[in-house]
């Protein structure tokens, strides 16, 4: 479990981090298609996009077929660090 002060630390370099890949010119991420990876990035589209945007993006997320999934790097920092911040890891 990580002190108090290790997870401010923790957090404002992922904080840094989100926002110098938002800065980037690309945002892109591939993750390896495992059902594991497709419900961790359900939960963050759900977190992120209105009702009705996270229904269509989820829907063509479960219909991924290939070997990677493509989504955003920032999408699943934003996700991690909201996680930490809930005390959820």
Do not use: H, Q
């Not at 009705?52 to 934003?78: C, H, P, Q, R, Y």
């Amino acid at each position: 479990m990580l002190t108090k002060n290790e997870k401010k630390l923790l957090l404002s370099f992922l904080n840094n981090l989100r926002d110098n890949y938002g800065n980037a010119g690309c945002n892109d991420f591939r993750l390896a298609n495992t059902l594991a990876n497709k419900k961790m990035l359900c939960k963050a589209i759900k977190k992120v996009y209105s009702k009705k945007n996270a229904k269509v993006e989820i829907k063509s997320l479960m219909e991924e077929k290939g070997e990677t999934i493509m989504t955003f790097d920032t999408l699943l920092l934003g996700y991690l660090i909201e996680r930490i911040e809930e005390g959820k890891v």
